[in-house]
């Protein structure tokens, strides 16, 4: 099985320490068969342009760092204190329809109030 989770750390850094925990060769290379996608500072607010291309204004950041992994068979508890939920899927996500049906069904166990849990009927 594997898991899809995302997590925020302070900086870059702070992820970068996390990261380091994950069991790495004699190189620094990660040696296991996690995924880890480090997506950085994520878009809040998109900048805007004129017609001709000039920037407005500029894009907002998130002020925490992004991180996902594809878990594969057993989710790491100390990444615990990092987990986010974002509407599935977030910005990101990986190709595995399991992982991702995992993530949903586990986002709405801990969120079963969600819109995205409950959408509303059509309207005729």
Known sequence: MRYTRKYEF?????ADAQI?????????NLDC??????????????ATYDEDGNE??????????AVDILWYQQID????????????M???????????QEY????CQIKPDSVY???PEPEE
């Open 10 to 14: 302070v900086d870059e850094a702070a």
């Open 20 to 28: 380091a925990t994950l069991p790495h060769d004699d190189e620094g």
């Open 33 to 46: 068969k996690h995924l880890v996608n480090k997506l950085g500072y994520l878009v809040v607010t998109p």
């Open 56 to 65: 407005l204004t500029a894009a907002v950041l998130s002020e925490k760092y």
């Open 77 to 88: 508890d100390t990444w615990e204190p990092f987990i986010v939920w974002p509407t599935p």
């Open 90 to 100: 977030g910005i990101h996500l990986y190709g595995s329809s399991s992982s991702i």
């Open 104 to 107: 949903q069904t586990t986002y």
């Open 117 to 119: 849990c409950n959408p």
